[in-house]
């Protein structure tokens, strides 16, 4: 019997409204842009130089990218990269009763290191998996040139417990091409590498492990400032150069293809992130499909990089992080290992930990992020950048491949070179704040609270005897040079009880210098020079006497271009009169002649390379 109510009507919330189409609302954007370009107020260009619109049709075509299960969780892996092996048990163990399902072995000297990481001894691997149910929980690894028996000491360290290898979930990730970029060096010719590697491998293989035992990791890459296309380039290079050494020792390629993982980082670019695990997932494919194999999806690991985090304002980690794990998550990566938000500053305590571990659990438990298999299907932004930047990575492959695969190209520099040049692209984009960093470059906090990091000193990583040696991708983070002028700030300040200080010189009324106040505020302490303000003065020769009393010799005129006008550069001269250097909030315009004549050496404003200005402020306040 129907139950239906026969005077309920159905609700089209869209009938009242004309049907709409692209060019309708280009006409509408166009008005309201008033006559300004379209592409350079709406269109953004990454690092690629990929077109970035505002606005994609829906793609209707468009079928699930495979990978993740449906349906299936990815793993929540924790770090254990205390060098005391008994303290990394202990974290271990705290990680996985509250919810972590994997854990990362990271070794000193590895690419995900930082500083910190085990030995690599059957002992201390041993000790810090005492414990671990190693036939439940999933073992990644992190290795390093330094502990290259490792993954045998890990081997011996699970036969040592009586568990039958088959039943572990052990990812030995040798990766000694990433290494060999990341260190600029390596320790002897590859097809003598490439023989030891195929070894370890045959070794597992033999004693029962399953792998895999090679993995591509794009991790050095981003870490040094590349872009997401040569990320991807890389990695698939060296997963290619892993495939060929695999066959060559005379595994079966549909074999070979499962004895290699890949790991890319995860940052706060959400789309970008989502749309490079997805295009990871493509160009794989289409290699298998060269090599006359079915696609079948590969292993993919993320963590959450390393170069986005600060030291400064480091709770804004958090959000890096969860929308790095939303991106990875949602673009259909199987693990996902997670930086805790105070890592760039040392060695993170318990609760940076289980903040960590939480971020996840919550995405995955109450956010419900895994039950979809790839949610971004036919969403047209998302589908647009996957294929660009599959194409985009797929040239840059195609010169790796030229250059006579992976190690050769790594020896040439071929990677590095472009890494090199969108690094300092990168670089100068967040010196200008263009690409800002909250809490470092942008709404500083001068007096944020210390955060608290374990005492541990950095393990000391003794270089090895390099038989090649060659550009390397040096680990970086953005917000170092702003974080070295905090330091500085926070030296003086311990030295001399005060931090450099500039003085606000308001003109006119409240409403008319707030806004190049604040912006002034907001740069000066980017540096850690503290902004000495007041809610304007009554007339010029009370500003001069705040300025006098202020104790600094740093002085910033704020107010609107009108009142500039009238009385910038006459305040100007009292002021250097006065003692001060003066620099100006905003474009000088027509007045810059006039206001250089008076004495006014700096002009600050949106877009001026705000870090040499800071450093250059730094060297005047000490002369």
Same mark, same amino acid.
């Given at each position: 019997?129907?139950?239906?109510?026969?005077?309920?009507?159905?609700?089209?919330?869209?009938?009242?409204?004309?049907?709409?189409?692209?060019?309708?609302?280009?006409?509408?954007?166009?008005?309201?842009?008033?006559?300004?370009?379209?592409?350079?107020?709406?269109?953004?260009?990454?690092?690629?130089?990929?077109?970035?619109?505002?606005?994609?049709?829906?793609?209707?075509?468009?079928?699930?990218?495979?990978?993740?299960?449906?349906?299936?969780?990815?793993?929540?892996?924790?770090?254990?990269?205390?060098?005391?092996?008994?303290?990394?048990?202990?974290?271990?163990?705290?990680?996985?009763?509250?919810?972590?399902?994997?854990?990362?072995?990271?070794?000193?000297?590895?690419?995900?290191?930082?500083?910190?990481?085990?030995?690599?001894?059957?002992?201390?691997?041993?000790?810090?998996?005492?414990?671990?149910?190693?036939?439940?929980?999933?073992?990644?690894?992190?290795?390093?040139? $330094?502990?290259?028996?490792?993954?045998?000491?890990?081997?011996?360290?699970?036969?040592?417990?009586?568990?039958?290898?088959?039943?572990?979930?052990?990812?030995?990730?040798?990766?000694?091409?990433?290494?060999?970029?990341?260190?600029?060096?390596?320790?002897?010719?590859?097809?003598?590498?490439?023989?030891?590697?195929?070894?370890?491998?045959?070794?597992?293989?033999?004693?029962?492990?399953?792998?895999?035992?090679?993995?591509?990791?794009?991790?050095?890459?981003?870490?040094?400032?590349?872009?997401?296309?040569?990320?991807?380039? +890389?990695?698939?290079?060296?997963?290619?150069?892993?495939?060929?050494? +695999?066959?060559?020792?005379?595994?079966?390629?549909?074999?070979?293809?499962?004895?290699?993982?890949?790991?890319?980082?995860?940052?706060?670019?959400?789309?970008?992130?989502?749309?490079?695990?997805?295009?990871?997932?493509?160009?794989?494919?289409?290699?298998?499909?060269?090599?006359?194999?079915?696609?079948?999806?590969?292993?993919?690991?993320?963590?959450?990089?390393?170069?986005?985090?600060?030291?400064?304002?480091?709770?804004?980690?958090?959000?890096?992080?969860?929308?790095?794990?939303?991106?990875?998550?949602?673009?259909?990566?199987?693990?996902?290992?997670?930086?805790?938000?105070?890592?760039?500053?040392?060695?993170?305590?318990?609760?940076?930990?289980?903040?960590?571990?939480?971020?996840?659990?919550?995405?995955?438990?109450?956010?419900?992020?895994?039950?979809?298999?790839?949610?971004?299907?036919?969403?047209?932004?998302?589908?647009?950048?996957?294929?660009?930047?599959?194409?985009?990575?797929?040239?840059? #492959?195609?010169?790796?491949?030229?250059?006579?695969?992976?190690?050769?190209?790594?020896?040439?520099?071929?990677?590095?070179?472009?890494?090199?040049?969108?690094?300092?692209?990168? $670089?100068?984009?967040?010196?200008?704040?263009?690409?800002?960093?909250?809490?470092?470059?942008?709404?500083?906090?001068?007096?944020?609270?210390?955060?608290?990091?374990?005492?541990?000193?950095?393990?000391?990583?003794?270089?090895?005897?390099?038989?090649?040696? #060659?550009?390397?991708?040096?680990?970086?983070?953005?917000?170092?040079?702003?974080?070295?002028?905090?330091?500085?700030?926070?030296?003086?300040?311990?030295?001399?009880?005060?931090?450099?200080?500039?003085?606000?010189?308001?003109?006119?009324?409240?409403?008319? +210098?707030?806004?190049?106040?604040?912006?002034?505020?907001?740069?000066?302490?980017?540096?850690?020079?503290?902004?000495?303000?007041?809610?304007?003065?009554?007339?010029?020769?009370?500003?001069?006497?705040? #300025?006098?009393?202020?104790?600094?010799?740093?002085?910033?005129?704020?107010?609107?271009?009108?009142?500039?006008?009238?009385?910038?550069?006459?305040?100007?001269?009292?002021?250097?009169?006065?003692?001060?250097?003066?620099?100006?909030?905003?474009?000088?315009?027509?007045?810059?002649?006039?206001?250089?004549?008076?004495?006014?050496?700096?002009?600050?404003?949106?877009?001026?390379?705000?870090?040499?200005?800071?450093?250059?402020?730094?060297?005047?306040?000490?002369?």
């Amino acid at each position: 019997m129907s139950t239906a109510n026969p005077n309920t009507k159905t609700l089209s919330l869209a009938a009242e409204f004309p049907p709409t189409d692209a060019a309708e609302w280009r006409k509408l954007v166009d008005a309201a842009l008033k006559g300004a370009d379209f592409d350079k107020r709406l269109v953004t260009r990454t690092y690629d130089d990929l077109r970035v619109e505002p606005l994609y049709p829906r793609a209707r075509d468009a079928r699930p990218v495979a990978g993740r299960a449906p349906g299936a969780p990815w793993q929540v892996v924790q770090r254990v990269d205390h060098p005391d092996a008994v303290e990394a048990n202990n974290q271990a163990l705290t990680d996985l009763e509250n919810g972590a399902t994997a854990l990362s072995l990271v070794f000193a000297g590895s690419i995900g290191g930082y500083g910190y990481g085990l030995s690599g001894s059957e002992q201390t691997i041993a000790r810090a998996l005492d414990n671990v149910w190693l036939d439940a929980v999933a073992i990644e690894t992190d290795f390093s040139a $330094q502990e290259k028996e490792a993954g045998l000491n890990l081997a011996k360290a699970v036969k040592a417990r009586g568990i039958e290898p088959a039943k572990t979930q052990i990812r030995f990730a040798h990766d000694p091409l990433g290494l060999m970029a990341r260190n600029g060096a390596a320790p002897r010719p590859w097809a003598e590498t490439a023989k030891m590697l195929a070894g370890f491998a045959a070794d597992l293989a033999a004693q029962g492990f399953k792998g895999p035992f090679a993995v591509a990791d794009g991790r050095a890459v981003h870490a040094a400032g590349g872009s997401e296309a040569q990320e991807l380039a +890389f990695a698939l290079g060296n997963a290619v150069t892993y495939l060929r050494m +695999f066959a060559d020792s005379g595994v079966p390629l549909d074999q070979a293809r499962a004895l290699i993982f890949f790991r890319l980082a995860a940052d706060a670019d959400e789309f970008m992130t989502i749309a490079k695990f997805r295009a990871l997932r493509k160009l794989w494919a289409r290699v298998e499909e060269a090599s006359g194999l079915t696609a079948k999806p590969a292993f993919v690991s993320a963590e959450t990089a390393w170069r986005m985090m600060t030291q400064r304002d480091p709770y804004v980690n958090m959000l890096r992080t969860t929308i790095a794990i939303t991106a990875a998550g949602v673009g259909g990566a199987d693990a996902i290992t997670v930086l805790p938000f105070t890592a760039a500053r040392g060695l993170p305590d318990a609760f940076a930990r289980r903040v960590a571990r939480n971020q996840q659990l919550i995405l995955l438990e109450e956010s419900n992020l895994y039950r979809v298999a790839d949610p971004a299907a036919g969403a047209g932004g998302i589908e647009t950048l996957t294929t660009q930047l599959a194409q985009t990575a797929w040239a840059l #492959f195609q010169e790796i491949e030229k250059a006579g695969g992976a190690a050769d190209a790594i020896a040439q520099g071929v990677i590095q070179k472009k890494v090199a040049e969108t690094r300092k692209a990168r $670089q100068a984009n967040v010196a200008r704040r263009k690409d800002p960093l909250t809490g470092a470059s942008e709404f500083p906090n001068l007096g944020e609270a210390e955060v608290k990091v374990l005492a541990v000193p950095r393990v000391k990583i003794a270089p090895l005897p390099a038989a090649l040696t #060659f550009d390397a991708l040096e680990a970086m983070r953005l917000a170092a040079p702003f974080e070295a002028l905090r330091d500085k700030s926070d030296d003086l300040a311990r030295k001399t009880g005060s931090r450099p200080k500039v003085f606000l010189a308001t003109l006119g009324k409240l409403s008319e +210098f707030s806004a190049r106040a604040g912006f002034a505020k907001n740069f000066f302490e980017a540096g850690g020079i503290e902004a000495i303000a007041a809610d304007g003065f009554k007339d010029r020769a009370e500003m001069l006497a705040a #300025f006098r009393k202020s104790g600094t010799k740093l002085a910033c005129l704020c107010s609107t271009d009108k009142v500039y006008e009238a009385e910038a550069v006459e305040a100007a001269k009292d002021l250097i009169a006065a003692g001060a250097i003066v620099h100006l909030a905003g474009r000088p315009g027509d007045l810059e002649a006039a206001l250089k004549d008076a004495g006014v050496t700096t002009f600050i404003y949106v877009g001026c390379d705000v870090l040499s200005i800071l450093e250059a402020t730094y060297s005047s306040l000490a002369s």
